[in-house]
């Protein structure tokens, strides 16, 4: 598996487990809903920058964000 799809798997978890929508999430980090969207399926090769604010948005470290297996 590639770093895109763990981080947009555990995106997707954490938003879920967190009971947030795409959307909120959006608004807490600063993006756009649809954006948010291609990252959870993978379709965006985002930069550290945003990666950080969704990270920063879901309360949790960049680094978990990236760990497989989770």
Known sequence: ???TEVFA???KRLRLAQGVSQEALADLAGLHRT???AV???ERNITL???NRIA???G???SDCLK???
Do not use: D, F, P, S
Request: avoid cysteine; proline fraction near 0%.
């Open 56 to 58: 920063e948005a879901l």
């Open 35 to 37: 954006y948010i969207g």
């Open 68 to 70: 497989e297996g989770k």
């Open 40 to 42: 959870e399926r993978g």
């Open 9 to 11: 798997q555990n995106i």
């Open 49 to 51: 920058v945003n990666a």
């Open 1 to 3: 598996m590639n770093v």
């Open 60 to 62: 949790v470290k960049l």
